[in-house]
C-alpha cells in the first residue's frame, strides 16, 4: 500500500474515527480515562484511499520540576496506527518526521506519555524515562499521572533531565 505523509494542524473528529476504525480504546483502558490536550501540529500518513492510517500530534506545553523551576517542552502525543496497520513498522514514519518537526518549535525537550508496555518502543528512538512522579490536571483536579513519562533532548548538548517531582501545567498531551 502507497502511503503519503502529510503535516496537518489539529485533527478533527472525522479524521479521529478513521484513525480509531471502531477500535474502543486504541490507547489502552488507561488513557481512554484521561482527558489530552489537543495537539497543533501533526504528521499524519494517509492510504491511497484518502484515509489516515497514523498520525502522531505535537503541542507546546510548560513543566515544571521541583529541583530546577519552569520550562517548556515540546508534548507528543496522540500517536497512533489503525489497528489493521500496526506492525508494520508505520510509527518510525511519523515519529522520525515528528521529532524534526519539534526541533523546529523552540524547547530543548520533547516529552510524551506511553502504556509501560510501551517503554522499550520509545527507548528505541531515544527517549528515556522519567522516574519522578509526574503529575497534570484532569477536570476534576491534579493527578499522579498514571502512564510512563518520558522526555528525549531535541539537539545535542541538552542536560539530563532534572529530578524531583515534574508539574505539567494544564492537561497531559
Do not use: N
Amino acid at each position: 500500500m502507497k502511503l503519503e505523509r502529510v503535516e496537518l494542524g489539529p485533527l478533527t473528529s472525522q479524521q479521529w474515527e478513521e484513525l480509531r476504525a471502531g477500535e474502543h480504546e486504541p490507547f489502552g483502558p488507561v488513557g481512554a480515562k484521561l482527558a489530552w490536550r489537543p495537539k497543533v501540529r501533526h504528521i499524519g500518513l494517509r492510504a491511497s484511499d484518502g484515509r489516515l492510517v497514523a498520525v502522531a500530534g505535537a503541542v507546546l506545553a510548560d513543566v515544571e520540576v521541583e529541583s530546577t523551576g519552569g520550562f517548556q517542552v515540546v508534548g507528543l502525543g496522540s500517536l497512533i496506527v489503525t489497528r489493521s496497520m500496526r506492525g508494520t513498522g508505520l510509527m518510525a514514519d511519523v515519529v522520525d518526521p515528528l521529532l524534526r518537526l519539534a526541533e523546529t518549535m523552540g524547547p530543548d525537550r520533547a516529552m510524551i506519555f506511553c502504556r509501560p508496555d510501551l517503554v522499550a518502543l520509545y527507548t528505541r528512538t531515544g527517549f528515556i524515562e522519567i522516574t519522578a512522579p509526574v503529575w497534570a490536571d484532569q477536570p476534576a483536579g491534579r493527578i499522579e499521572m498514571p502512564l510512563s513519562a518520558m522526555w528525549r533532548p531535541l539537539r545535542p548538548g541538552v542536560p539530563a533531565w532534572p529530578p524531583g517531582r515534574v508539574d505539567v501545567r494544564g492537561e497531559p498531551f
